[in-house]
């Protein structure tokens, strides 16, 4: 609950937009905001073991709830030693609550007052998670940023539906609250509200009155367009303490990261560089890449020139030739590449906000994505 070791500290704000350049501080070191966490849902980033994770830029990793109570159980990571010591790494850890999946698991999922019965989707054993089991789980992970347990509704949806569950995911969060014991885990609110103005910035009220040490956006990046995305960060944002760290959950293209960045945001993660990875497709300054593509075929060039990753030590015509061979070496490749560029963009984007310099880096990238 308390937060003995942690201190969000922010260094700067950009004089041009509202990027913020700051630093979080935590008992496992310090993390350097705004910051991309890459996805380890079930104890690893996949593909990428932890020292090239770490190698990549990577300075925090998340991990999930829902997946880790379901495999290996939390029981089982809590007597391996927690999270850390199971997967190996020695960072900072956020785990995610459980709450997205009851949009991405719709169908196996029935909420409740209570909480969600899910149906799990490797046997259809059931598992109750609660706001309390949440954060019970959360503890016996031991990650360093537990979030709330929230009830994210997909976009488009009914007013009503949207308006209910962003009211439960408020109660569930003072819920969460309550139940924090531990004062070695920094627990985060999720905004939810669609995209409606007024209920966001009414969620994020009832949420900052309860004070949490720093606050997500959730329930965004469901299908919604990115303007409408971006307008409800505009919505938001100026309703959240500018003394906590802010965090929009599963966000996103390397344009989502640059315009949320413009808008006030610290913290992101992402499943795009390494599912992208896996199919083959590279992130680069000059847009994306399909590696299947015949063009590639005898390209000897690397995916970026100035890429220190060990993808950019070969050709594009032998990542190719991975992929077409399904040899694993391919996804794994380009999944680190893809992690090492949305690590370089950020150490740009802190750069950039440092020297005040954010809107300039924004439209560059911008063009060169276009190109
Ligand atoms: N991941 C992406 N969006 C969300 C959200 O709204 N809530 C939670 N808990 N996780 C997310
Ligand atoms: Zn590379």
């Known amino acids: 609950m308390a937060s003995s070791g942690f201190r969000f500290e922010l260094m700067h704000t950009d004089t041009g937009s509202n990027a913020r350049r700051g630093r979080l501080h935590t008992?496992?070191?310090?993390?350097?905001?705004?910051?991309?966490?890459?996805?380890?849902?079930?104890?690893?980033?996949?593909?990428?073991?932890?020292?090239?994770?770490?190698?990549t830029g990577s300075q925090i990793v998340l991990g999930n709830t829902y997946h880790l109570a379901l495999r290996p159980g939390a029981d089982v990571v809590a007597s391996l030693g927690g999270l850390h010591e199971f997967m190996g790494w020695s960072g900072p850890i956020l785990t995610d609550s459980g709450g997205f999946q009851v949009f991405s698991l719709a169908d196996r999922v029935k909420v409740t007052e209570s909480g969600v019965s899910f149906r799990s989707h490797i046997d259809g054993s059931p598992l109750e998670i609660t706001?309390?089991?949440?954060?019970?789980i959360q503890e016996l992970l031991g990650s360093d940023f537990a979030m709330a347990f929230d009830?994210?509704?997909?976009?488009?949806?009914?007013?009503?539906?949207?308006a209910d569950a962003t009211w439960r995911s408020v109660r569930w969060a003072e819920r969460c609250r309550q139940a924090a014991q531990r004062n070695d885990q920094m627990l985060l609110g999720i905004v939810q509200g669609g995209l409606d103005p007024r209920l966001r910035q009414d969620c994020a009220k009832a949420l900052v009155a309860l004070d949490f040490q720093g606050y997500a956006i959730g329930g965004l990046s469901v299908g919604e367009p990115p303007p409408e995305m971006y307008a409800t960060l505009e919505a938001t944002i100026p309703a959240l303490p500018a003394d906590r760290p802010r965090y929009l959950m599963g966000v996103g293209r390397p344009e989502d990261l640059v315009e949320s960045m413009a808008r006030g945001v610290d913290m992101f993660d992402c499943v795009m560089p390494t599912r992208n990875g896996r199919n083959a497709l590279a992130f680069t300054d000059r847009g994306t890449i399909r590696l299947r593509n015949a063009q590639h075929e005898r390209d000897s060039s690397p995916l970026e020139a100035d890429c220190p990753c060990p993808a950019c030590q070969h050709s594009r015509g032998y990542l190719r030739h991975l992929f077409q061979a399904k040899e694993m070496l391919g996804p794994i490749l380009t999944s680190i590449h893809n992690i090492t560029y949305y690590q370089r963009l950020m150490a740009e984007a802190r750069l950039a906000i440092e020297s005040d310099a954010?809107?300039?880096f924004r439209r560059a990238k911008l063009a060169g994505w276009e190109a």
């Open 27 to 55: 008992p496992r070191g310090s993390v350097e905001l705004p910051t991309f966490m890459p996805v380890g849902t079930l104890g690893t980033v996949k593909g990428v073991d932890v020292d090239r994770l770490r190698s």
């Open 131 to 136: 706001p309390e089991r949440s954060i019970a």
């Open 151 to 162: 009830h994210v509704v997909a976009l488009p949806n009914k007013r009503e539906v949207i």
């Open 358 to 360: 954010f809107d300039e």
